[in-house]
Structures are given as C-alpha cells and as structure tokens.
C-alpha cells in the first residue's frame, strides 16, 4: 500500500532535523571551527589563557606602541613581528605546543587549553 506524502509531514520532518541539528552543535557532533581574539595591551595577552579545539584559529591583535610576538615556548609555531594596529594567526592544531610568549618581552605569557 502506497503512502500519501503530506506537506505537513514534510514540514514536521524538516523542523525535526533542524532541532536535532540545533541539538548535536552543542554536544559537539557538529563542530565548526570558531575564531578567538586576543588583545595585546599594556605588554599583556587579554585574555591570558583560552579554552579551544583543533581547527579554532586564534588571533592576536597588538593595541600596544611596541611591537610583539605569540612564540610557542618550543618555537613550533610563532606569529612574527606583530606591530600596532595588525592582527596576526594560527591555526590550532593537534599536539602544538600550548603555552606562550612575546620574544621581545618574554615576561609576557600565556596559555592555550585544548578542549
């Protein structure tokens, strides 16, 4: 026996799956990689530790007179000479190096949390 297709059960099927997409993204089935800012003022990382994941992108952003860098304490990753007004990123990815510094300032710190 046939069934009849219904447009109201088409609707109902589509407001389902848009739920449970709703859903899935804050239980992390549907990640999507997210950008985080960090400020460079007064010769501190504002904030100084973050929370991301791999494929997050996070993005230094230098308001001081002096120019900076985020070095990894390892060196494997480093954003170069970042000067006032520029933004300079990397992209988070598995196993990097966590913890940081400015090279010209190395009494500036921070820290990277992988979730």
Not at 46 to 53: A, R
Not at 62 to 69: G, M
Not at 88 to 93: N, Q
């Amino acid at each position: 026996m046939a069934s009849k297709v219904i447009r109201r059960d088409v609707l109902a099927g589509a407001a389902a799956c848009a739920g449970a997409l709703a859903i899935s993204s804050n239980t992390g089935f549907a990640i999507s990689p997210e950008n985080h800012d960090i400020t460079i003022k007064s010769f501190k990382f504002e904030p100084q530790h973050i929370v991301v994941k791999v494929g997050d992108t996070i993005g230094w952003t230098n308001e001081d007179l002096a120019p900076h860098t985020a070095t990894a304490i390892s060196a494997d990753w480093d954003t170069g000479k970042i000067v006032r007004g520029e933004t300079r990123s990397v992209k988070v990815t598995e196993g990097m190096d966590t913890s940081y510094f400015c090279a010209f300032h190395p009494h500036m710190k921070g820290t990277i949390e992988l979730s």
